[in-house]
C-alpha cells in the first residue's frame, strides 16, 4: 500500500510540474501574441478559408515520419527518434527529456492528435497517421 501511495505522490509531483510549464508557455505565448499585435497592428490578414474538397483531402491524407518530425523544432527533434508501424508514427525519446521538453513534446504530439503511452522503458509518443 505504501508504494502505491508513493507512486501515486510521484505522479501529482509530475502533474503539478507539468502545470507549471504549460502556465510559463500559456504566458510566452500571450506576450508573443500581444507583441506581434503591437508591431503588426491591423496588417494582419486571415488565412483564407479552404473548400470543402481541400479539408477533405487533408483528412484523409496520411502523415509520414517526415511531417511528424518537421513538427519539432531541431532541438526537440534531436532528443527523438521517430519510427513507422501500421498505424501510428511512434516517437520515442532518445535520453531523459525533463519535464519542461517532456510538456514541448506532448503539447506537439497531442495538436496532431496523438498521445503519450506510458510503459517504462517502452513509453513513447503514438502519432495516428490518418487525422
Same mark, same amino acid.
Given at each position: 500500500m505504501s508504494g502505491e501511495k !508513493?507512486?501515486?505522490e510521484r505522479l501529482v509531483e509530475r502533474i503539478d510540474e507539468l502545470l507549471v510549464v504549460l502556465s510559463r508557455i500559456s504566458d510566452d505565448l500571450r506576450s508573443m501574441s500581444e507583441s506581434i499585435k503591437s508591431v503588426v497592428g491591423s +496588417? *494582419?490578414?486571415q488565412p483564407a478559408p479552404q473548400t470543402p474538397e481541400a479539408v477533405s483531402h487533408k483528412i484523409h491524407e496520411n502523415k509520414s515520419v517526415e511531417d511528424v518530425r518537421v513538427a519539432f523544432p !531541431?532541438?526537440? !527533434?534531436a532528443l527523438l527518434s521517430f +519510427?513507422?508501424?501500421d498505424d501510428y508514427i511512434m516517437v520515442k525519446p532518445r535520453q531523459f527529456l525533463g519535464s519542461e521538453n517532456f510538456a514541448k513534446i506532448a503539447s506537439a504530439v497531442r495538436g496532431m492528435g496523438g498521445e503519450y503511452i506510458s510503459a517504462g522503458k517502452d513509453s513513447?509518443?503514438? *502519432?495516428?497517421k490518418k487525422a
Open positions: !508513493e507512486n501515486l +496588417q *494582419v490578414t !531541431e532541438d526537440l !527533434e +519510427q513507422e508501424k513513447h509518443f503514438r *502519432v495516428p
